[in-house]
């Protein structure tokens, strides 16, 4: 909105003409973004503080972790307005697709932070059931799905990286390929959110790859000659992954071992969700395995663990899912744990731009 107030005036004042470009307005999101969340996070933890809203630490988890207990947590609540607040002042207001990634980032908000909040309410730390969270994400991912397949600017065709000849068209059986991309990034990102910063590093890794994609993907030229698919319109997701990038960072400010707040699955939730519907919207579904990489593995550390431990009726192929724990209980002290995590998440995002050319 307040891109488009100031840009009423550049017949007067020329220069306002820059207000035009995306890459302008992105970057000015993510500025807006970093510094409302560096001046503000330190005014919200103290709230969250006063009001107590801690992190109650289960006793089955990682013995350093008890030390943990009563950081103040549902950070989320940062980070999601200060996203919103960014992409409204600076993202064209008429483009579907940034309305469409504000529900998400809502939807899936409003969904942990109930999790969130019956955890800190309930006597027993219990949240939303498994099935309540999962039946509210699908539901959520499937207004999304829907709405994109409904709307004629967008096409459901599948995009599959290095073989440019073939996009199969999905039909319907699109509709349940974005929820199942939408919801498997909301939940991969909730699980890797278990050490400090180790969730909100990755995440602006991915996002700031995104942005690139985005913008790529909103450039007819650029998208003909590297042979992507052109979405006319996502360019300006590129503002939203701006405002994501920035609130990331004034997040890990706060989030930097050891944290001072931890997202809670209000951010968690929410920011997985965004960068699968991002994913979806610029047609990069499956680079999305390769940037958000480590939020497979971990995911699928889970998945791999809860199996072999049923299966054998008791034994583990990790010391303890999801993986970052692994390496918790070898030994590595949980900085080394972030830190050399934060590496894999940034050569992964590197190689993801190899699908540009490699077709
Ligand atoms: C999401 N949440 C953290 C924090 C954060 C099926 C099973 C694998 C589920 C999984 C689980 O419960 N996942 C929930 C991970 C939790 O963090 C809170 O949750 C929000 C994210 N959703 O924002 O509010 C704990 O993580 C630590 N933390 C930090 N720094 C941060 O910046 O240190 C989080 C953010 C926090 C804090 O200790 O309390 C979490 O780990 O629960 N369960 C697990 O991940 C458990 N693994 C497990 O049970 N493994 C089993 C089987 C079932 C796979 C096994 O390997 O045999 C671990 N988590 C806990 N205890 N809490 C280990 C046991």
Known sequence: MLYKLIYLFHTDISWLNVFRYITFRTILSALTALVISLFVGGWVIERLRAMQIGQYIRDDGPPNHKAKEGTPTMGGCLIIPV?????VCWAEPRNLYVWVVLFVILSFGLIGFMDDYLKISRKDNRGLSVKAKFALQILAALIVAVALYLYPGFDSY??????????????????????????????????????????????????ASYLVFAYLAGHVKIANYLQIPYVAGSGEISVLCGAVVGAGLGFLWYNAYPAEIFMGDVGSLSLGAVLGTV????????????????????????????????????ERIFRMAPMHHHFELKGWPEPKVIVRFWIIAIILALLSFGTLKLR
């Open 83 to 87: 996203v919103v607040f960014s992409t």
């Open 158 to 207: 599948l995009n599959l990286p290095f073989f440019k000849k073939i996009s199969p068209h999905m039909g319907l059986g699109y509709i349940p390929f974005a929820v199942f991309i939408i919801v498997g990034a909301s939940n991969a990102v909730n699980l890797t959110d278990g050490l400090d910063g180790l969730a909100i590093g990755p995440v602006t890794i991915a996002f």
């Open 279 to 314: 994913a979806v919207i610029t047609k990069q579904e499956f680079v999305l395995a390769l940037v958000g990489g480590l939020f497979v593995v971990e995911a699928l550390s889970v998945i791999f663990q809860v199996a072999y431990f049923k299966l054998t009726g008791g």
